[in-house]
């Protein structure tokens, strides 16, 4: 069992960054592939971004490229979404989510979620 706790969320301008980090207990975290979704109002949750359990392959959805980057540090069993040049259209709430398989059609554990608003 893997519990995730998220934080970092908030109110951000256009054009801000925001770090958001992913706490997980258990000591099998180091093996567990990590992702980050997120959900907007009225709309399907989305792949954000996910990161192989070594941190030497990361994935990406197109729409973040270049401005958000996954990070894991498995010495503090956390996960890092580093978010810059925050849009409007960023604003969801944002889960972090782990799963023991390397490569994982759907994600076994889940986060409670952070809130990310971007004002224009």
């Known amino acids: 069992q893997v519990q995730l706790v998220e934080s970092g969320g908030g109110l951000v301008q256009a054009g801000g960054s925001l770090r958001l980090s992913c706490a997980a207990s258990?000591?099998?975290?180091?093996?567990?592939?990590m992702g980050w979704f997120r959900q907007a109002p009225g709309k399907e949750r989305e792949f954000v971004a996910a990161?192989?359990?070594?941190?030497?392959?990361?994935y990406y959805l197109d729409s973040v490229k270049g401005r958000f980057t996954i990070s894991r540090d498995n010495a503090k069993n956390t996960v890092y979404l580093q978010m810059s040049s925050l849009k409007p259209e960023d604003t969801a709430v944002y889960y972090c989510?782990?799963?023991?398989?390397?490569?994982?059609?759907?994600?076994?554990?889940w986060g409670q979620g952070t809130q990310v608003t971007v004002s224009s």
């Open positions: 990161i192989s359990w070594s941190g030497g392959n990361t």
């Open positions: 989510a782990a799963d023991p398989r390397p490569d994982p059609p759907q994600y076994r554990y």
């Open positions: 258990g000591r099998t975290f180091s093996s567990y592939a």
